[in-house]
């Protein structure tokens, strides 16, 4: 909803391995933004900075990952002003 509303697109990448298929001499006009929890952000966005990109950061309200923190997964969510506070002030 934010992407149709502020004219940008949207792609998800569910872990930061995928990161790996991005170029950036063919994707010079991609901006980064890492949501997710601190240990995710940290490996994922060193990854980027090897890459070549700049990656910005949003972290979650509170983390719900059964892989990190719970023995049960928990729906989390984002702080929507500062990822749009990132968006429209970069």
Not at 19 to 37: F, P, T
Not at 38 to 54: D, H, T, V, W, Y
């Amino acid at each position: 909803k934010l992407g149709k509303k502020y004219n940008f697109k949207v792609y998800i990448i569910e872990h930061e391995t995928t990161l790996s298929s991005l170029d950036i001499n063919e994707n010079k006009n991609i901006g980064i933004i890492g949501i997710a929890c601190i240990p995710n952000l940290i490996s994922g966005g060193f990854k980027a900075l090897r890459l070549g990109f700049i990656p910005q950061c949003v972290v979650l309200d509170y983390c719900g990952c059964s892989n990190h923190w719970l023995y049960k997964k928990h729906m989390t969510k984002i702080n929507e002003n500062r990822l749009l506070y990132i968006i429209l002030n970069n």
